[in-house]
């Protein structure tokens, strides 16, 4: 059974662009959920699909924003790119069907750099 | 705003065990906490789950005390490829949503 699959791997880009990165969840999985990490501040939860409705959101500007589509694959975007934005971005599928419990599958992320 | 907090990090000898903990402050009993290990350029990968008392699989355990204010990862008989960092994660169910936390994360190194 395939993992997480999350493209691009590497992404570099400058200020003021916008990115949006994809994310195909472990099949038959149809919660999807988005995470930031840096080494400043660590794992941070950015949002999480299912069933294409966003059902959870932290607190990330609305720079920040993710879709889901009808088969259960997700994007995220990221507009007008900050250095701060600078980060590991990781996606994450679930099965459970009613809530978030924690227990998750991670993708190997998409590092983005911003110059 | 509830915090979630682990020791930076720790480091111990193959074999010995290693307990990490993670104090989460205002989590109900129906809140689920969950490990994860993650190794670098790796995403994290779950280690065990569980929302009160004591949890066990065939790599850990987890202890939940009564007042629920903080989780234990207990990893029996370390070995060298343990070396990774642990993060706990609490999921708060608040009004119908759920607010997803992890912790600060803690780097374990393992010693020959």
């Known amino acids: 059974k395939a993992g997480v699959t999350q493209t691009p791997r590497y992404l570099i880009k400058t200020r003021g662009q916008q990115v949006t990165l994809s994310c195909s969840p472990i099949?038959?999985?149809?919660?999807v959920s988005w995470y930031q990490q840096t080494p400043g501040q660590g794992l941070q939860f950015l949002f999480e699909?299912?069933?294409?409705?966003?059902?959870n959101k932290g607190n990330f500007p609305g720079r920040f924003s993710g879709r889901q589509f009808s088969n259960s694959r997700s994007e995220m975007n990221v507009s007008t790119l900050e250095l701060g934005d600078s980060a590991l971005y990781l996606c994450a599928s679930s099965l459970e069907l009613d809530k978030v419990t924690g227990e998750l599958f991670f993708g190997e992320g998409s590092r983005l750099t911003v110059l | 705003l509830a915090k979630t907090t682990q020791p930076i990090s720790m480091d111990s000898y193959e074999g010995q065990e290693v307990n990490i903990t993670c104090s989460h402050n205002n989590i109900a009993t129906n809140d689920y906490i969950t490990w994860y290990q993650q190794f670098p350029s790796q995403g994290p990968r779950f280690i065990i789950q569980?929302?009160?008392t004591k949890v066990t699989n065939e790599v850990a355990s987890l202890f939940i005390p009564a007042d629920r204010k903080s989780s234990t990862l207990s990893l029996p008989r370390v070995s060298l490829s343990d070396t990774a960092v642990y993060y706990c994660?609490?999921?708060?169910?608040?009004?119908?949503?759920?607010?997803?936390?992890f912790g600060t994360g803690t780097k374990l190194q393992v010693i020959p």
């Open positions: 699909y299912f069933s294409e409705t966003q059902r």
């Open positions: 099949s038959g999985h149809r919660s």
């Open positions: 569980g929302y009160k």
């Open positions: 994660l609490v999921v708060m169910n608040s009004g119908g949503y759920q607010k997803v936390t």
